[in-house]
């Protein structure tokens, strides 16, 4: 029964790309657009879908995989719902974010090469600079910005978001 579900989420999503193709009119010079977008609808840049989008465009799927791994807004592997990014630049580092990061790798059983949990729920990233540093350390979960953070203060945050998502099941 799972497969049978989860080739048609598989489908209605390869028909969201065909969408997102055709609102672009298939042009190659809006590629950019036209993979935040579906990035936007998996959370991801599958390796299939390049190629697809590739074929399409009519572009050499060098370019579209370039253009991919370029920008570091776009990702190559599957992200959880929620992307926990941990600024580790001067300001945050020296204000203790490690621990903070460390704290989160612990709680949702992560390690350097694992950075997302099994059901998808959630991303771990640490990133070079946030742009906060008058925030340090800072902790940014989706869009949202959670300054002056502590292990105690994140994992605070990470538990709401768990209750958050257990009672909307």
């Known amino acids: 029964m799972f497969e049978i579900a989860s080739g048609i989420t598989r489908a209605r999503k390869?028909?969201?790309?065909?969408?997102?193709?055709?609102k672009y009119n298939y042009d190659a010079n809006r590629?950019?657009?036209?993979?935040?977008?579906i990035q936007d609808e998996y959370r991801y840049l599958p390796e299939k879908i390049l190629a697809f989008v590739?074929?399409?465009?009519?572009i050499p799927p060098a370019r579209v995989y370039g253009v991919a791994?370029?920008?570091?807004?776009?990702?190559?592997?599957p992200k959880g719902k929620y992307v926990i990014k941990i600024c580790d630049g001067t300001a945050c580092h020296v204000k203790e974010s490690i621990p903070v990061f460390e704290a989160m790798q612990?709680?949702?059983?992560?390690?350097?090469?694992?950075?997302?949990?099994?059901?998808?729920?959630?991303?771990?990233?640490?990133v070079s600079c946030l742009g906060a540093c008058g925030?340090?350390?800072?902790?940014?979960?989706?869009?949202?910005v959670h300054p002056a953070m502590t292990p105690e203060k994140m994992l605070t945050v990470l538990e709401t978001i768990i209750a958050d998502e257990e009672q909307s099941k």
């Open 31 to 37: 590629l950019i657009t036209i993979l935040q977008a």
């Open 135 to 144: 925030l340090a350390p800072v902790v940014v979960v989706n869009e949202e």
């Open 69 to 77: 791994t370029f920008y570091s807004h776009f990702a190559l592997k």
């Open 106 to 126: 612990k709680r949702l059983k992560l390690s350097a090469s694992k950075n997302t949990t099994d059901d998808f729920l959630f991303t771990l990233e640490t």
């Open 54 to 58: 590739a074929t399409s465009l009519n």
């Open 14 to 22: 390869f028909e969201k790309v065909l969408e997102i193709l055709e």
